[in-house]
């Protein structure tokens, strides 16, 4: 039985640091593992701007540990107002690594998002032209569409017509959680890949609702069906290119999840690798770990490999994570799926 595993240091390709008090341990969290991530602009206000990515990356670096190194790959939130050229500009001197879509209402902060795709026309032509990748939240916002079939319905009405009349546009479905997904991402050309979560391989929507309501298995898209998660687990472990690692780690403060209008969002970033390895293993897929967290999201982005590794160790009990983690403005949960591992990374 396979005790140990090094695999080269992964990358995060969609994480949401927050701000302010919340960054020493959201940034600190990632950083022990991870070496780089692509972090979401979705803060309030929304990063719209490359000098807003400036400053943000700044307090990021500045709210890291001396001892840890890790590079923010910073994003820009696409709005009907954004300026091509300044995306063009933000990806050609390195200041950005993507632009993120959020369909308007889709999720946390995302009421700045887009509404009518016809105004985005111009920044996703260019975008195309330089080779920046963009993220897309894979959801319709239509109350009359069910929150369950929210994402299909976004790939045949929106996502298709963007490929469609941007062909040579890297496309990231970010943090996919159906077959449909699956499905199409496989079926599509090189310039489409997805994202998967921790916490979309690790529940479906019996463990959401069925029993009782647990507000930090809350996240969107919302998770699916058995069958959805086995879809989504199919493609992890595939070894396919396609798919990569982007934990969405989402940290909102308890009190604003275990409320009557609970936030979405699974804060994963703690022990994200460790439930990997259980999942992998589980599925007689550890030499496929390291595809999905450390080399295909870094091929897709077109940045370079890490060179350095980390080692995973398998010990004789389950591994023991703090419950939550505590900051000047409240208390955190750290993700906890129904399922124990005995994985541990070494820092
Ligand atoms: O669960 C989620 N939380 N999904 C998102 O798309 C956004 C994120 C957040 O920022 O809280
Ligand atoms: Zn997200």
Same mark, same amino acid.
């Given at each position: 039985m396979i005790k140990e595993i090094e695999i080269v240091r992964p990358d995060d390709w969609h994480l949401h640091l927050r701000d302010k008090d919340l960054l020493p341990f959201t940034v600190n969290e990632t950083a022990k593992s991870f070496a780089r991530a692509i972090i979401? /602009? =979705?803060?309030? /206000? /929304? $990063? &719209?701007r490359l000098i807003d990515a400036e400053n943000y990356k700044h307090r990021i670096m500045k709210a890291l540990k001396p001892n840890l190194s890790f590079i923010p790959l910073m994003t820009l939130y696409l709005t009907e107002e954004t300026d091509p050229e300044e995306v063009k500009q933000g990806y050609k001197s390195g200041q950005i690594s993507a632009v993120k879509l959020y369909p308007a209402g889709a999720t946390t902060n995302s009421q700045s998002g887009v509404r009518n795709y016809e105004k985005i026309k111009p920044v996703l032509e260019i975008m195309a032209e330089v080779g920046c990748p963009l993220c897309i939240h894979?959801?319709? &916002? %239509?109350? =009359? $569409? %069910?929150i369950f079939d929210r994402e299909k319905v976004f790939i045949d009405t929106v996502l298709d017509k963007i490929r469609t009349d941007n062909p040579a546009l890297k496309v990231i479905m970010e943090h996919i959680t159906t077959k449909e997904a699956v499905d199409y991402i496989f079926a599509e050309n090189e310039n489409l890949a997805a994202t998967v979560t921790t916490h979309h391989l690790s529940l479906n929507r019996n463990d959401l609702l069925s029993g009782g309501i647990r507000p930090h298995f809350y996240c969107l898209p919302v998770v699916k069906r058995e069958v959805h998660r086995l879809a989504l687990l199919k493609a992890a472990i595939s070894g396919s290119p396609k798919f990569f690692l982007g934990t969405d780690s989402a940290p909102h403060l308890d009190h604003d999840k275990e409320s009557s209008c609970g936030c979405a969002g699974c804060f994963t970033a703690p022990n994200t690798l460790e439930i990997l390895a259980h999942i992998f293993e589980e599925q007689k897929a550890l030499n496929k770990l390291e595809l999905f967290t450390s080399i295909s999201g870094a091929k897709f982005y077109g940045k370079n490999i890490n060179t350095d590794k980390i080692r995973i160790v398998k010990k004789d009990e389950p591994t023991l994570f703090p419950k939550k983690i505590n900051t000047p403005s409240g208390e955190i949960t750290i993700f906890s799926p129904n399922f124990e591992t005995k994985w541990q990374v070494q820092v």
């Open positions: 979401m /602009p =979705n803060l309030v /206000p /929304p $990063i &719209t894979g959801e319709v &916002t %239509d109350s =009359n $569409i %069910d």
